[in-house]
């Protein structure tokens, strides 16, 4: 019987019960954390863009590409609330001063700001 072209690439099989499963490894990755911003990301690629997603996983880069979006956001999301605190005058004598209104304020910052990461990062 002739070779396939994976055996003829180097590619082994293994036997199990009836049939012959291709022995396939992915590339070893180095584990990083992912934070709320990655896992978004992942959630999103996984459900629109599978091409990419499983580009991804398979070249072992997956990881590293999410952790870095993940520090991006994280990044761009501080910036972001810091500005727009300064901006808006939201400062810790207001804080101290009228708690409540300081709490609305920030929740709505937070809020902005979130939906600007989402837009620029998260959701492309």
């Known amino acids: ?3 396939s072209l ?3 690439m180097g590619g082994t099989y293994a036997q199990v019960a009836d049939y012959l499963l291709p022995n396939l490894i992915l590339p070893e990755e180095e584990q990083k954390s992912i934070g709320i911003w990655g896992q978004r990301h992942a959630r999103y690629l996984k ?3 599978k091409v990419l997603y499983m580009n991804l996983l398979t070249s072992g880069k997956l990881n590293a590409y999410l952790a870095d979006i993940d520090e991006q956001a994280e990044a761009m999301f501080s910036q972001l ?3 727009m ?5 939201v400062t810790e004598h ?3 001063t009228d708690q409540m209104a ?8 937070r809020n902005a ?3 600007i990461v989402n837009k620029e990062l998260i959701f492309v």
């Open 94 to 96: 207001l804080k101290a």
């Open 6 to 8: 994976f055996e003829q």
């Open 81 to 83: 609330v810091k500005e």
């Open 85 to 89: 605190a300064d901006k808006q005058g």
């Open 1 to 3: 019987m002739a070779k």
């Open 47 to 49: 459900q629109n863009h």
């Open 113 to 115: 700001a979130i939906e």
């Open 102 to 109: 300081w709490v609305g304020k920030m929740n709505a910052i």
